[in-house]
């Protein structure tokens, strides 16, 4: 179904990040590709590369697909391990990109239940590999990609953002929830025009707050995770002032990631700052998923009464996604 139109189902989608975990989508490196260079690809995920030409475009490595599967289905395991219902993409439409982060594409609150406009073209139909995972209410949002849409000057200069504010257009990634407020980040991966949107959409349900000017590149889950009721986890060398956050996450309780332990990635395969490390899944407000190497960031959390699941996610630098990333949550309770 396609169209920008909310319509009220007897669905009932988390609408916070750490209830406890009922069912997810958990992704798949198979088929992970790099996509021939457009503009899309080039201002929104490679806007930090001077020399187009070294991005080598077509399949991953077969060591890296072979790893990070056997890494999701450790994941996929665990969280079966937990009472959890996994659910993994299916082969629908052959990915033009990957299926490895159903976090990117779907965006679910309640009643509500949507595909994002994605603004990278190859990335368009990515939503019809996790449809199955929805109660046939699925919303796909539509979306303008013309060029026209894409900021070249964003190339070299961070601070100039890849989205231009003509259509809406955002990654669901671009998004965390803490019930009626919701925290958007506008960066290269999603524009103000796109929280507008979210906003006419969510209606009374929720309020979207926009997060802006700290980092462009791209997602929010490298820079803010939300914890429990009130208590959150910062990235230190992005938000450096709680103030700049919007509120009511101002008076918010938060932990300082620590830095993290990096992992590194394979060859010249590099779509992740170190940061990626802090990327965690909630299983409930005392548990999450934390990659194995990061014990700074469990010493840390345990303080707080959260307990780590180390698990090893070797390609997470590599692939551009973390265990948040590479999960969609879609029951919480």
Known sequence: MTNNTLHTNKSNYATNEWDTLKKVVVGTATGATVPPMDIS?????????DDENTITSGPYPEQVIQES?????????????????????EAVEQTQYYDYCPRDIGFVHGEIALATPNPIRPRASNWQNIEHAFNDDLIVLAADRGDYNYNLDCCGDPDTLALNELTPLFDAANTIRANDEILYLVSNSGNKQGANLLQSIMADNATVRTLEGVYSYMHIDSTVAFLREGLMLLNPSRIKDVNVLPEPFRSWDYIMCPEPVDIGYHSHYNNASVWINMNLLSVSPDLVVLEEHQTPLAKELEKHGIQSAMLPIRHQRTLGGGFHCVTLDLERG
């Open 41 to 49: 690809l080039r201002t929104v995920n490679y806007a930090d590369v």
């Open 69 to 89: 599967n056997e890494d999701l289905e450790t994941l996929s395991k665990f969280l079966e391990g937990e009472g959890v219902e996994v659910i993994r993409p």
